[in-house]
Nanobody, 121 residues
Framework: QVHLAESGGTSVKPGGSLTLSCASS???????VGWFRQAPGKEREGVAA??SDGSTRYADSVKDRFTITGENALQMKSLKFEDTAVYYC?????????????????????WGQGTQVTVSS
């Protein structure tokens, strides 16, 4: 059984940096890990994903600002007000990023409980 737990969420000023961690148990090397976020009144949005071969994918809104690491952490810099959301890590078997993977549509099976990130001055 796979268990995921996010940590690191807090309040940060615009332009600041933050790293979210995703502690896991039960993940094998075949798993793909993604980060998602949901702001109040908005749909959940795929932010980044890293496949078992190290391939990564980012949403346009966070490209060049966010980095997903091999340890499944999400490094965020140049944070904006619109980055405020509950952030979730999730996992699924192989994302196959060269074969139709979509941050928006590819389903992830396992989910953490989420951690709140608030960007506020």
């Amino acid at each position: 059984q796979v268990h995921l737990a996010e940590s690191g969420g807090t309040s940060v000023k615009p332009g600041g940096s933050l790293t979210l961690s995703c502690a896991s148990s039960g993940l094998t090397q075949s798993y793909c890990v993604g980060w998602f976020r949901q702001a109040p009144g908005k749909e959940r949005e795929g932010v980044a994903a890293i496949d078992s071969d190290g391939s990564t994918r980012y949403a346009d809104s966070v490209k060049d600002r966010f980095t997903i690491t091999g340890e499944n952490a999400l490094q965020m810099k140049s944070l904006k007000f619109e980055d405020t959301a509950v952030y979730y890590c999730a996992a699924r078997l192989d994302c196959n990023m060269m074969a139709g993977f979509s941050l928006r549509f590819t389903p992830f099976r396992y989910w953490g409980q989420g951690t709140q990130v608030t960007v506020s001055s």
